[in-house]
């Protein structure tokens, strides 16, 4: 059989200019998947164009970090900073949950709440992942899992990027990539164990933790050639001028949508897929 891919758009919901991203990469690139944000200012309009083209498979993208929470403020205080918003810092907020057993049991709310709200919302789940990869931290994921399954997630991502390719292609921010790689792949361990026989599909390889917030095309022409197997790469596309460092950008679009990158996995014989495909296919 070939090798699957999965392409997905992450903070879909966050703004208008990402929802925009991701119409335009459904329609014209190589999109299959993309994760919603449903505390997002644009959450209503990503639902719609959901709803609107149901061959866009859509996960739950959860936040416990740098984002709005479903909860109100004043009943997760552990998580929350001055701005009423949760703590922009994922480590900070790491360090939180790992301390602080109020702040694991306000998360366990805040979590169920934003899948609530994904289920209010009629779309099918097909995965689930997380802002920041947070999903991972062990006082998160051992929270999200029961919800993942009680909610009929089809998939979940793991990180677990290749850090030989991203170095070989970009040694900017080399301690920051090497001390993602190191702790993530330490997380991703552990979270492989606490799935083993659970019925939430995975990927060998997920690319983007690495190069987040420049996924250009020469990198991702580099992913798709060292393909074996299941993989997933994530972007965080924007229609938006001046995109973020490390978060919603056009550079991300423009791979997307970009020839070469389609004709690749052309060459390839690769399939595009989602995580339902792979669960279905995985029974």
């Not at 109100?72 to 994922?90: E, N, T, V, Y």
């Not at 694991?104 to 709200?117: G, H, I, N």
């Not at 051992?142 to 991203?166: E, F, K, N, W």
């Not at 993602?180 to 599909?201: C, D, E, Q, S």
Request: hydrophobic share 50%.
């Amino acid at each position: 059989m070939t090798s699957a891919l999965i392409v997905t758009a992450d903070d879909f919901g966050r703004s208008r200019e990402v929802n925009a991203a991701v119409v335009l990469a459904l329609r014209a690139g190589v999109l299959t998947s993309a994760s919603l944000m449903v505390t997002g200012d644009a959450s209503d309009e990503a639902v719609a164009i959901a709803r609107a083209h149901p061959e866009l498979a859509v996960g739950l993208h959860a936040v416990v970090t740098d984002a709005a929470p479903a909860l109100p403020a004043h009943s997760i205080p552990h998580l929350i900073d001055a701005r009423g918003r949760l703590r922009r810092s994922a480590a900070a907020q790491g360090l939180q949950l790992a301390l602080r057993r109020a702040a694991r049991d306000e998360v366990a709310r805040e979590l169920a709440a934003q899948f609530a709200r994904f289920a209010a919302t009629g779309l099918p789940l097909a995965h689930v992942d997380g802002h920041h990869h947070l999903h991972v931290h062990p006082a998160v994921l051992d929270r999200l899992i029961p919800l993942a399954l009680a909610h009929g997630a089809r998939g979940i991502r793991i990180p677990a990027d290749d850090a030989v390719l991203a170095l070989r292609h970009d040694r900017r921010r080399l301690a920051t990539k090497l001390v993602w790689a190191i702790a993530f792949g330490l997380l991703a361990r552990r979270a492989r164990r606490r799935l083993r026989g659970l019925p939430l599909v995975r990927c060998a390889r997920v690319y983007g933790l690495l190069q987040t917030g420049d996924m250009n095309e020469r990198y991702v022409l580099r992913v798709v050639a060292s393909l074996a197997g299941a993989a997933e790469i994530y972007f965080h596309p924007s229609t938006q001028a001046r995109g973020e460092p490390l978060g919603p950008n056009p550079t991300d679009l423009r791979a997307l949508l970009d020839p070469a990158v389609r004709a690749a996995i052309a060459a390839r014989a690769l399939r595009l897929v989602s995580y339902p495909v792979l669960g279905a296919e995985a029974r």
